[in-house]
């Protein structure tokens, strides 16, 4: 199964169902209550990088146990689950930058994202600007309507080169962004396939590094 960045913040885009259960699960967390939080997880793993719909800190669940100063196998749980280390709130802060912050060192080693790849801070973020000009240009009413966040590619770091595509869906698009590292150091590379499935000829791939975007194929949906 590929890696899902789920971009979804504001209500008004999910079923009532849908948003019942993230805001269960947001008041799982904050309650610190890591049986239902758990539970509410492995019951449904596309939930372990949520936040709460229209909420303002974008603490997912991993940012909750470390501010809560959860039990170590409740962080390790988590991360089993799919929970991001490198994932960001909206301090841009990650899950062991909370727990430093309130000092919670015993925390600490298991909160520290483990890198399957790396790229120095400043091409990623490049890299990162220029996806997201990509996706805007494909997409941006899309993309301000539904209020999406977009995908902080971090996260990829997590993972080896060679995993499967992680998935974008932007809502109303009937479609969106498949996005892999495929080079990493000084010369990371991201490669960016999307395409709306209902729109014959619509595909289009980008090759993006640190220096911009650029278009190296196009109509094969």
Not at 67 to 77: L, S
Request: proline share 5%; with cysteine; aromatic share 6%.
């Amino acid at each position: 199964m590929s890696v899902v960045w789920d971009g979804i913040t504001a209500r008004q885009v999910l079923h009532e169902d849908h948003a019942a259960r993230r805001h269960a699960l947001a008041d799982a967390a904050k309650s610190y209550d890591w049986t239902k939080l758990l539970s509410l997880i492995e019951a449904d793993p596309s939930l372990a990088n949520t936040t709460r719909p229209d909420g303002q800190s974008l603490y997912a669940p991993l940012h909750q146990a470390a501010h809560g100063n959860a039990p170590r196998e409740v962080c390790e749980a988590l991360i089993h689950l799919g929970a991001w280390r490198t994932l960001e709130n909206a301090r841009g802060e990650r899950a062991v930058d909370v727990a430093e912050r309130l000092g919670h060192n015993r925390l600490m080693a298991i909160l520290e994202p483990v890198r399957e790849s790396r790229v120095p801070f400043g091409v990623l973020r490049k890299i990162q600007d220029h996806f997201h000009t990509v996706i805007r240009g494909r997409a941006d009413d899309l993309v301000r309507n539904a209020r999406l966040r977009l995908p902080e590619i971090a996260h990829l770091l997590e993972t080896p080169l060679d995993a499967e595509p992680a998935w974008f869906a932007v809502p109303g698009m009937y479609g969106g962004f498949a996005y892999r590292l495929v080079a990493d150091g000084a010369n990371a590379r991201l490669d960016s396939k999307s395409w709306c499935r209902v729109v014959e000829g619509s595909g289009q791939r980008h090759e993006i590094t640190s220096a911009g975007a650029r278009l190296v194929e196009e109509g094969f949906v």
